[in-house]
């Protein structure tokens, strides 16, 4: 049971370039969420999906796309890389009765 | 403007001292989760709160939720080297679907 896993654990891009972080969850949770993560500004939520079909915008969406390829994986696509997207990256996934959600390791992004 | 507002946002002690971080909002929640996380991993559940002035206990760590269900804190009894690390409190919306972190409490315990 390896609960969220996230790839690839650290990326360099130059400004321009495109890429997918790919995340996954094997505890059958119908929600996934994509966060970034920045010194002093604690998680913030760029996308999630509620539920296999679904997804919404969080607080900082613009920059990134998203697709829930199926119930245990939700990508997280940058289209054209820049500087201010440099940060950790985390995904996590939810039991919503619980109100509760689990983290990946995270995804150190460095963008030149 | 942040929803949920942590303090301290940092705090260096010594070994065997106790502290409280505080979680409060404006807001009323559905439910309140705090999480640790150490450097270059993600953040792990520690606890949830549901019920207005509930009080749960993990070894020594006690979190509670305020009767108003609009703030939390977290007390550590004599803290150890092992409790350093990011905490935050993250509460939940009623019908949202999604968590409201705050900006999180550094804990540095010194040995």
């Known amino acids: 049971n390896a609960g969220v896993t996230q790839t690839p654990k650290f990326q360099v891009l130059k400004t321009g370039q495109s890429m997918t972080l790919q995340c996954a969850q094997d505890m059958n949770h119908n929600s996934m969420y994509w966060y970034r993560q920045d010194p002093g500004m604690g998680l913030r939520l760029i996308y999630y999906s509620a539920s296999e079909g679904t997804t919404d915008k969080g607080e900082v969406p613009n920059g990134y796309n998203v697709s829930r390829l199926n119930k245990r994986e939700f990508s997280l696509r940058l289209e054209s890389a820049a500087p201010s997207q440099t940060s950790v990256y985390f995904c996590?996934?939810?039991?919503?009765?619980?109100?509760?959600?689990?983290f990946g390791p995270g995804t150190r992004l460095l963008v030149l | 403007t942040q929803l949920l507002e942590q303090s301290p946002q940092f705090l260096s002690i010594q070994e065997g001292e106790n502290l409280t971080v505080y979680c409060n909002s404006s807001?009323?929640?559905?439910?309140l989760q705090w999480y640790r996380q150490e450097p270059g991993e993600g953040p792990v559940l520690l606890v949830t709160v549901v019920t207005g002035g509930e009080v749960k206990k993990l070894k020594r760590l006690t979190f509670q939720f305020g009767d108003a269900r609009k703030d939390s804190s977290l007390h550590i009894t004599a803290a150890q080297p092992g409790d350093t690390g990011l905490y935050l409190c993250a509460g939940a919306l009623r019908g949202a679907q999604k968590l409201v972190f705050g900006q999180g409490t550094r804990l540095t315990i010194n040995p």
């Open positions: 807001s009323v929640f559905s439910s």
């Open positions: 996590a996934s939810g039991d919503w009765a619980q109100e509760t959600q689990y």
